[in-house]
């Protein structure tokens, strides 16, 4: 684990998630973010934008890909409703030798190393939480542990954003916090030949009639307005390989035409239940 010392205070950094983020199908809201994050002079700051949509369309994976665009580190800090201004920021927590050690979260690991740190479901916070953020979120760009009695500067580099569910917000996210969360990105669902090319991406083994079908099932549901998203789809995709191969309908990577209704209807019901089946064609 890296530490740095900052006015005579050792911090114990959080490593940066070791993970693809590969982005496929809407290239605009990924520029979108790039340019939020992009200093088009040196007296000028980064945005940091929030990232709102349905669960499961992307936002965390577009948040990702758009750091490894720029080359920098991620890190991830999954927020809650017991999140706790501390949790943010810096635990003490106790070390080997029985003395109190003072860790950095994801944030302020992200702050130092210049990373881009993605704070997900930002909307469950309380707005306690929020606050400490709020020096980090302007033109001082700095947070303030009172645990540790240190002030933190985010290094040149480093890049914010927060992901939200549009329909589970826990709190209000307050408005002074809102304005400097911006601008809004929204993310919706793909289109028939965008959700194609992420299951392909996420599963380039599964057959081709597989992937129509999901894609056919997940476009009907977004007419009526369902929340089923590509998330759902991939976890339907990878359920019919896996029922496929246990009931051994799987010849050559191919499944029994004749089965693969029987798979699709118990996979659907499986992931989203009952009431998805009469999207299933």
């Given at each position: 684990m890296?530490t740095?010392?900052?006015?005579g205070?050792?911090?114990?950094l959080?490593?940066?998630?070791?993970?693809?983020?590969?982005?496929v199908?809407?290239?605009?809201?990924?520029?979108?973010?790039?340019?939020?994050?992009?200093?088009v002079?040196p007296d000028?700051?980064?945005l940091?934008?929030?990232?709102?949509?349905?669960p499961?369309v992307?936002?965390?994976t577009l948040?990702g890909?758009?750091?490894?665009?720029l080359g920098?580190?991620v890190?991830?800090?999954?927020a809650?409703?017991d999140?706790?201004p501390?949790?943010l920021l810096?635990t003490?927590?106790?070390?080997?030798?029985?003395?109190i050690k003072?860790?950095?979260s994801a944030?302020?690991?992200?702050?130092?190393?210049?990373g881009?740190?993605?704070l997900?479901?930002?909307?469950r916070?309380s707005e306690?939480?929020?606050?400490?953020?709020?020096?980090l979120l302007?033109?001082r760009r700095?947070?303030e542990?009172?645990?540790a009695?240190?002030?933190?500067?985010?290094?040149?580099?480093f890049?914010?954003?927060?992901?939200?569910?549009?329909?589970s917000s826990?709190?209000?996210?307050p408005?002074?916090i809102?304005?400097r969360l911006q601008p809004?990105?929204?993310?919706?669902?793909?289109d028939?030949?965008e959700?194609a090319?992420?299951?392909?991406a996420n599963?380039?083994?599964?057959?081709?009639?597989v992937?129509?079908?999901?894609v056919?099932?997940?476009q009907k549901?977004?007419?009526e307005?369902e929340?089923?998203s590509i998330?759902d789809?991939i976890n339907?995709t990878?359920?019919?390989?896996?029922?496929?191969?246990?009931?051994?309908?799987?010849?050559n990577g191919?499944?029994?035409?004749?089965?693969?209704r029987?798979?699709?209807?118990d996979a659907v019901m499986g992931v989203l239940?009952?009431?998805?089946l009469?999207y299933?064609?």
């Open positions: 890296n740095v010392t900052i006015d205070v050792n911090l114990h959080a490593r940066p998630e070791n993970l693809k983020f590969p982005w199908g809407n290239r605009e809201v990924l520029h979108q973010l790039l340019a939020c994050w992009i200093k002079h000028d700051l980064p940091s934008p929030r990232l709102i949509g349905r499961g992307g936002k965390t948040a890909a758009a750091a490894q665009e920098r580190p890190y991830i800090f999954q809650t409703m999140t706790r501390e949790d810096v003490p927590v106790i070390g080997e030798n029985g003395k003072y860790v950095a944030l302020v690991s992200a702050m130092l190393e210049g881009v740190a993605i997900d479901e930002g909307n916070m306690k939480a929020w606050a400490s953020l709020a020096p302007d033109h700095y947070i542990s009172i645990i009695g240190i002030k933190v500067k985010a290094h040149e580099e890049r914010f954003c927060t992901t939200m569910n549009e329909d826990t709190y209000e996210v408005e002074y809102q304005s809004q990105i929204y993310i919706d669902f793909a028939a030949s959700e090319e992420i299951l392909l599963m380039p083994f599964a057959p081709q009639d992937i129509q079908y999901v056919d099932f997940l549901a977004h007419l307005d929340p089923f998330r789809g339907i990878r359920l019919v390989l896996k029922l496929g191969q246990t009931r051994q309908f799987l010849e191919q499944i029994d035409p004749r089965r693969l029987e798979l699709l209807h239940g009952d009431d998805a009469r299933l064609a």
